[in-house]
């Protein structure tokens, strides 16, 4: 067992009858859906909402029944991914580039359980590059705020054939802001800005963090 899956199966057994559950995305969160399906197949009875497309493809793969926001008032749990987790357990995420709806269904879930493996671990923030997500329409124009704002370089996310657009439709910007002294206080600043629909830092969202080593050894935050 890898210390991604160790922390994924962990974070399952959190999972109980009668809940309604938020699947995160990545290649962590993978372990967690896989393991959850495992169950469901053996009987749990639980509802879910996917983050993204892909994690949303792989609950039907293994039948984990699916339901629309709109069906339900707030999550019990939602498990998920980070890129990187600091002492106080504020979070970049968005590095497969979900961030909103990974968002959306943490801060509407009664506990966030961020999965991760040991290397996700860091003093602070920063040294992953910071997904910000912006809408395409002029998205030029945020481009130039964010760097006339802050002295860090900003790059467009790009992918075979173009630019990368989210499940949403929008762009990811990754900002290389190399240490984050005040996550808390860069997370409103970029929620300001008109153009941004969102952002990777996720600040005092996490209730638990499991992380997990490569002997397969888990610990709980
Ligand atoms: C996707 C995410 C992921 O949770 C994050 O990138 C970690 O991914 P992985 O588990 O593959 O290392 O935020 O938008």
Same mark, same amino acid.
């Given at each position: 067992m890898n210390a991604k899956q160790a922390a994924g199966y962990r974070a399952a057994e959190l999972v109980k009858d009668g809940m309604t559950v938020g699947l995160g995305t990545g290649s962590t969160a993978y372990y967690a859906i896989e393991r959850i399906g495992e169950m469901v197949e053996k009987g749990l009875r639980i509802r879910a909402i996917a983050t993204s497309n892909a994690s949303e493809e792989l609950a039907v793969k293994y039948q984990i029944p699916l339901v629309k926001a709109a069906e !339900? /008032? $707030?999550? #019990?749990i939602a498990i998920d991914g980070a890129d990187e987790v600091d002492p106080q357990m504020a979070l970049i995420k968005g590095g497969g580039g979900a961030l909103l709806r990974e968002k959306l269904v943490a801060i509407n879930s009664s506990r966030f359980v961020v999965i991760a493996d040991s290397s996700k671990m860091v003093p602070h923030l920063g040294k992953f590059k910071l997904p910000i997500e912006v809408v395409p329409f002029c998205y030029e124009w945020t481009l130039r705020q964010l760097e006339a704002r802050y002295p860090v370089p900003f790059e467009q996310r790009m992918r075979e054939g173009g630019k990368y657009v989210t499940d949403n439709g929008n762009y990811i910007v990754d900002a290389a802001f190399g240490k984050i002294d005040n996550p808390a206080k860069l997370n409103e600043e970029l929620k300001a800005i008109? /153009?941004? !629909? #969102? $952002? /990777?830092l996720f600040v005092n969202i996490a209730s638990t963090v499991i992380v997990g080593y490569e002997d397969g050894r888990t610990e709980v935050k």
């Amino acid at each position: 067992m890898n210390a991604k899956q160790a922390a994924g199966y962990r974070a399952a057994e959190l999972v109980k009858d009668g809940m309604t559950v938020g699947l995160g995305t990545g290649s962590t969160a993978y372990y967690a859906i896989e393991r959850i399906g495992e169950m469901v197949e053996k009987g749990l009875r639980i509802r879910a909402i996917a983050t993204s497309n892909a994690s949303e493809e792989l609950a039907v793969k293994y039948q984990i029944p699916l339901v629309k926001a709109a069906e !339900v /008032g $707030h999550l #019990d749990i939602a498990i998920d991914g980070a890129d990187e987790v600091d002492p106080q357990m504020a979070l970049i995420k968005g590095g497969g580039g979900a961030l909103l709806r990974e968002k959306l269904v943490a801060i509407n879930s009664s506990r966030f359980v961020v999965i991760a493996d040991s290397s996700k671990m860091v003093p602070h923030l920063g040294k992953f590059k910071l997904p910000i997500e912006v809408v395409p329409f002029c998205y030029e124009w945020t481009l130039r705020q964010l760097e006339a704002r802050y002295p860090v370089p900003f790059e467009q996310r790009m992918r075979e054939g173009g630019k990368y657009v989210t499940d949403n439709g929008n762009y990811i910007v990754d900002a290389a802001f190399g240490k984050i002294d005040n996550p808390a206080k860069l997370n409103e600043e970029l929620k300001a800005i008109t /153009g941004i !629909v #969102d $952002h /990777g830092l996720f600040v005092n969202i996490a209730s638990t963090v499991i992380v997990g080593y490569e002997d397969g050894r888990t610990e709980v935050k």
